[in-house]
């Protein structure tokens, strides 16, 4: 079963950066993988994928802030987040799926989990 060592999230101020690491326990190169996040008293929401070809897609919250990368020799999975908001302030957790990635991102599709890492975004 592919699990995830959970990246380390942070405190940050407005327009601020983190770094968001992850790393599968198993070859995961052919999955699509991506990042999810959910804020208090919301749904969790697809942040970003990355295909097995190096398609990306991206929620539209993030679109020209946050980089979903892939580094394949480590099974690692990066998300990069630049320009910070508070609206950003979530937990954020990497899932995987042994299939090509959903037009739309949703829980469902994915069949692998990390426990999440915190992300908040002051003011």
């Known amino acids: 079963q592919v699990q995830s060592v959970d990246p380390e999230g942070g405190s940050v101020q407005a327009g601020g950066s983190l770094r968001l690491s992850c790393v599968f326990t198993?070859?995961?190169?052919?999955?699509?993988l991506s990042w999810f996040r959910q804020a208090p008293g919301k749904e969790r929401e697809g942040v970003a994928s990355?295909?097995?070809?190096?398609?990306?897609n991206y929620a539209d919250s993030v679109k020209g802030r946050f980089t979903i990368s892939q580094d394949k020799g480590e099974n690692t999975l990066h998300l990069q987040m630049n320009s910070l908001k508070p609206d950003d302030t979530a937990m954020y957790y990497c899932?995987?799926?042994?299939?090509?990635?959903?037009?739309?991102?949703?829980?469902?599709?994915?069949?692998?989990w990390g426990q999440g890492t915190q992300v908040t975004v002051s003011s």
């Open positions: 899932a995987a799926t042994p299939y090509l990635c959903p037009d739309q991102l949703v829980v469902t599709a994915f069949n692998y």
């Open positions: 198993e070859y995961v190169s052919s999955y699509c």
């Open positions: 990355i295909d097995l070809d190096g398609t990306r």
